[in-house]
Structures are given as C-alpha cells and as structure tokens.
C-alpha cells in the first residue's frame, strides 16, 4: 500500500509515502523503490530518492570528493538531466541522468573573464583556462574530456596536488564553480536543466 501512493504521481499522501518507506522499510525494498523513483518526473521525488540511496549506499551514486572541499555525485538514471547544486550543510553538486556532457564547440566564459572554457566542434576534449586571481598570470589551458563531472574536477583540483600522480587541477572556488556551470546550462553549452538549492 505504502509503495503504491509513493508511486502514484496523483497521490496527495506520495511524498510523505516515500519518506516512510525509506525510513522504516527494509534496505532492499528502499533501494528497489527508490532506483525508480530517481527516474520520476517530479524533480522533489528524484531528490529524494537520491538521497535515501546515498544513505544506504547504493552503486548507482559514484562520489567524487573535490580537494576536501565539496563533492560531486553522479547518479546513474533515466529521465531529464539535471544538474543540482547544494548550498547548506557540505557543498556538493548531484549530476542526475549521469553522465552529464557538455556540448562541443562552446565558448563559455566566466563574468570577471577569469575562467575560460571552450572546444572546437571537432574536438573531443574542452580547454579550460584560468587567469591566477592574485597574480594575474595564467593557469593552463588544461584539456579534460567533455564530461562535466570531469570540467568540475579539473576546475577545483588544487593547482598544486599533494599526490604526485595526480594531475594538477585550478584551485576555483566551490562558489565559482556553481556559477559557471548556471552559465554553462543558461547559455546551451550543456543539455540539462540547472537546480540551485535552497540556503536553509
């Protein structure tokens, strides 16, 4: 009964179905309704559970944690892209219909004309370019692939990583970031719709 009104787009009592079932059912049943419902149409349902998959862990959300700073989720599902970012509690951006691309041959430049990202139609990498915001000097450009999980990694890796083996990133601001990729979206360098979270 519960998961028939969590699963009814008409239902009154849906959302507060589908909390109950991620709080009190068995692990298995809420990762098997909740794979479903991170497809639905209604984005507060899609939130939601993603959030009960995070908390049981589930494989279909790849984490990536960004200089210790923020992370990025990619959640693998169906339906509309959507690209969330989160503006309480830990920063973090959710990537819903992963993986997220962005369009070739753009040119998308950040409003203080700091950050630069771009491509030719042909390549299949992007450039990013990033003037040091002390300095003045240059940082890059740096080439990644098209995947914007892979942009927002290279954007917040430090310019200088503690680990030898990894690339060196530019060191943007989680802040920077979140409007760069509303720019990004606004503008048709990436097919998806952009979701600022609430502050509180």
Do not use: W
């Not at 984490?63 to 920063?91: E, L, M, N, W």
Request: with cysteine.
């Amino acid at each position: 009964m519960m998961r028939d009104f969590a699963q009814n787009p008409d239902s009154v009592h849906r959302m507060q179905a589908i909390i109950n079932v991620g709080e009190f059912a068995s692990k298995n049943n809420t990762v098997a309704l909740m794979n479903r419902l991170v497809n639905d149409e209604n984005f507060d349902v899609r939130y939601t559970a993603y959030s009960y998959l995070c908390s049981n862990n589930d494989p279909s959300i790849i984490r990536t944690v960004i200089s210790d700073d923020f992370f990025i989720d990619q959640v693998i599902s169906a339906g509309q892209k959507i690209i969330y970012t989160s503006r309480k509690q830990q920063p973090g951006i959710v990537l819903f219909g992963a993986p997220v691309d962005c369009e070739k041959g753009i040119y998308i430049e950040s409003q203080d004309g700091n950050i630069i990202i771009n491509s030719e139609p042909a390549d299949e990498r992007v450039s990013i370019l990033r003037k040091h915001p002390v300095t003045g000097g240059l940082m890059g450009p740096l080439k990644c692939s098209t995947r914007v999980a892979d942009i927002i990694k290279l954007l917040g890796d430090p310019p200088s990583p503690k680990d030898d083996k990894k690339r060196p990133g530019l060191g943007v601001p989680y802040s920077e970031i979140v409007v760069m990729l509303k720019n990004m979206v606004d503008k048709g360098a990436v097919n998806a719709s952009f979701v600022l979270g609430p502050i509180e």
